[in-house]
């Protein structure tokens, strides 16, 4: 295409000369009229009556008037054809290159429709493509709604199982085991929970990036959820040695919000914490300000390089290999964390220094208005 607009930019008129005509007609014009100036100006002067004074026989002035007459209309007749045949020559000359440049135009004219013509066929090719993809990725997407179906069925039923039946065992129900069966089972049922977890980290995304993630907005106090949360992770803390404080200003506790979703963002953040520190303390504050309530973790770890925290939010994302390494993970936590916030009507952020501890904060309405969620947003979770 840039070769026919190449052509079709010089074969316009506009950059060809157009006064040449009017021009040479004008010369011509300015020719003529002298001309029949001089040759009247010569009549008048060899007029009769110029004659009479200096020819004295009438015979004679009779005579050279004919002569003069014949003069004049040779003259004017010679005068006339060079102007016409002139003329006329300019006017082919002009007609033939009014008619070059007509072909021209009309050679840019086809070629500027047989560019919009492959113009056309090359968006109607696209757009075929694109909607071949779309339906694609629907299909995908259908593909991958029945496959986490099916892996929330088959997978997390027998999960369930194994840590169920692993627990019986673990507390003699079944008849007295010995110190290394307590040992293996114990290991058991840690890797069946770490699976456990794994795998609703990845339906959570999953359903998120489809928008099918349901919340359930519900009064509930807020101070019952941290205690809860708290003491889930009591074993952990006093295993590594640290120091937990929880600081709390929350009035009455109260709150309207979904639950579920709140104590899983605040376990994935004090798990964190407790997971990349090694000494020292984790605090854990709860603050009503208006109505907004927010919460914030801090920990004395290893903290984050100002160059990796634009990747602590995107999913499977770990900073460094050395860390993916110590710790386990796959890297889904704080990216469902963010977007249930944002399910929220909230915000989160990280304030952290490398060696010296993080601090990760979220803020989220004290009362979620229902009314202007959509439905799909505040129903049970299925």
């Known amino acids: 295409m840039s070769n026919d607009a190449a052509r079709i930019n010089t074969g316009t008129l506009a950059d060809q000369p157009e006064a040449g005509l009017p021009l040479n007609l004008h010369h011509r014009a300015i020719f003529i009229v002298g001309s029949y100036a001089v040759l009247a100006g010569l009549y008048i002067t060899l007029s009769d009556h110029l004659l ?38 300019l006017i082919r000359t002009t007609f033939s290159e009014l008619e070059k440049k007509e072909a021209e135009r009309r050679q840019a004219e086809r070629l500027l429709r047989e560019a919009n013509e492959s113009l056309e066929k090359t968006v109607e090719m696209r757009t075929h493509a694109l909607q071949d993809a779309l339906e694609e990725a629907r299909s995908a997407d259908r593909l991958k709604s029945a496959f986490l179906a099916t892996m929330s069925h088959e997978l997390r039923t027998p999960l369930n199982s ?13 008849g007295p085991l010995n110190d290394e069966q307590q040992k293996q089972l114990a290991m058991i049922s840690k890797s069946a929970n770490h699976l456990l977890s794994l795998i609703n980290d990845v339906l959570d995304l999953s359903k998120i990036e489809a928008r099918q993630l349901q919340l359930s ?12 949360v708290v003491k889930t992770f009591s074993p952990m803390l006093a295993e590594k040695q640290l120091e937990l404080a929880v600081k709390l200003s929350l009035g009455s506790g109260m709150i309207v919000s979904d639950q579920r979703r709140i104590e899983q963002i605040m376990m994935n953040l004090l798990s964190n914490a407790v997971k990349f520190t090694e000494k020292g303390k984790v605090t854990l504050s709860a603050t009503r300000k208006d109505d907004r309530i927010i919460v914030e973790i801090s920990d004395t770890g290893i903290g984050i390089r100002k160059e990796d925290i634009d990747t602590l939010f995107k999913p499977f994302s770990q900073i460094e290999n050395q860390l993916s390494r110590r710790f386990d993970g796959t890297g889904l936590g704080l990216s469902i964390c963010k977007r249930l916030i944002d399910l929220l009507k909230g915000k989160i952020w990280v304030e952290s220094e490398w060696n010296r501890g993080s601090c ?5 309405p004290a009362n979620q208005d229902i009314s202007s969620m959509k439905p799909s947003d505040h129903s049970n979770d299925s």
């Open 52 to 89: 009479g004074l200096l020819i004295k026989d009438k015979n004679m002035i009779v005579t050279l008037s004919v002569y003069k007459g014949y003069a004049f209309i040779a003259v004017t007749a010679t005068l006339l054809y060079l102007m016409l045949d002139s003329t006329f020559k």
């Open 162 to 174: 194994i840590i169920g039946f692993t627990g019986i065992l673990r507390q003699n129900l079944a």
């Open 217 to 228: 907005i519900e009064p509930f106090d807020l101070k019952t959820s941290i205690e809860k």
């Open 360 to 364: 990760f904060g979220f803020e989220l």
